[in-house]
């Protein structure tokens, strides 16, 4: 079981390479804080130390089970996170890591992060591990270093990673890229709802729960099963072979968990026979990669000392009307574009 060791230096700057790996191998909760907070920085010295102590835990990596967790507005996502995790850390005896998503502010950049104060068992239970993180104004329902952290969960020993986004949106798709099961939380009787979510999203989840399935609610969360399974059928069989199935639950009363969970464990067992499970993980591997090239490139396009000087002109420009976006855009990337 992880361990929560805490030392003088550990509240201090930056570690060692050496620290962070033997800490995060190690299972200790600390330094895997610490790990997080070390590839989620934007300084370039932490960015460096952050890749090279990724590349030291590589082959301890690789071997969990992510389950991604969504939901629209009002349905109980950090409830349901933390039952669901409780079942499994004290019924299974699993280890756990929750990493959860908060919006930042649009205004101001920040975010509550209010994640863990509303997991109260998980929040206490030694076999899990929350740490929130803000969006940062990353599109895609996940923050900008979620999958290395995933990465650095895996490296310290938890067997499984919840991952519970931001809430359902428009482009709330690139958590399916770094899940194995992509499980969305529905509410009783919210059938307009599914039609007005974007295709996209239905077209790629795995498994769907009713929550809040207890008291007068009960017969309408089953009416609301039948109607979203029917409904799921109408779209095109996933590209593996699996078809999404809708369950009922309670987080509340905690009835219907072994079953979602039996729902994803099946749904593994069932890739992995058929080779679907490594190839699942090898797209979301190489789109991981995608997006780290577009993410670098932007980066050296801002910081490009020509561009950086001309960008305040330009905007001006646009902002007086001088110039239309396109063409500032135009005069910008022809400058940053490489002499051949």
Not at 329 to 338: A, D, E, T, V
Request: with cysteine; proline share 5%; glycine share 10%.
């Amino acid at each position: 079981m992880p361990s929560s060791v805490s030392t003088a230096r550990r509240r201090g700057g930056r570690l060692p390479l050496h620290e962070y790996v033997e800490g995060v191998l190690s299972g200790d909760r600390v330094v895997l804080a610490r790990a997080i907070t070390l590839i989620e920085s934007l300084l370039p010295a932490d960015a460096e130390l952050g890749a090279q102590l990724l590349d030291a835990v590589l082959r301890h990596i690789g071997k969990t089970r992510r389950v991604g967790i969504t939901g629209v507005p009002g349905v109980g996502k950090s409830t349901f996170v933390d039952a669901l995790g409780t079942y499994i850390t004290r019924e299974r005896g699993e280890l756990l890591a929750v990493l959860t998503v908060d919006p930042s502010s649009p205004i101001s950049g920040g975010s509550i992060l209010g994640d863990k104060t509303r997991m109260e068992r998980l929040a206490v239970d030694e076999r899990a591990f929350i740490r929130p993180s803000p969006s940062g104004g990353h599109l895609g329902g996940v923050a900008r270093r979620t999958r290395e952290t995933i990465l650095l969960c895996e490296a310290a020993g938890y067997r499984n990673v919840f991952i519970e986004t931001v809430g359902v949106g428009q482009s709330e798709t690139a958590v399916h890229s770094i899940s194995d099961f992509f499980l969305l939380l529905m509410l009783p009787g919210a059938g307009d709802e599914l039609q007005g979510m974007k295709r996209g999203i239905i077209e790629m989840i795995d498994g769907m729960a009713i929550n809040k399935a207890d008291g007068d609610n009960l017969r309408r969360a089953e009416r609301a099963r039948m109607e979203y399974a029917s409904a799921l059928h109408l779209f095109p069989p996933s590209p593996d072979g699996w078809v999404p199935k809708v369950l009922t639950c309670s987080a509340l009363q905690g009835t219907g968990l072994r079953e979602i969970w039996d729902m994803i464990l099946d749904h593994e067992t069932r890739l992995e026979a058929s080779g679907q499970f490594a190839e699942r993980r090898t797209r979301g591997n190489l789109q991981w990669m995608h997006e780290l090239i577009s993410s670098g490139l932007g980066e050296m396009f801002r910081t490009h000392p020509a561009i950086a000087e001309l960008i305040p002109k330009v905007e001006e420009d646009v902002r007086k009307g001088c110039v239309t976006p396109l063409a500032a855009s135009y005069r910008l990337l022809n400058l940053f574009q490489p002499k051949l």
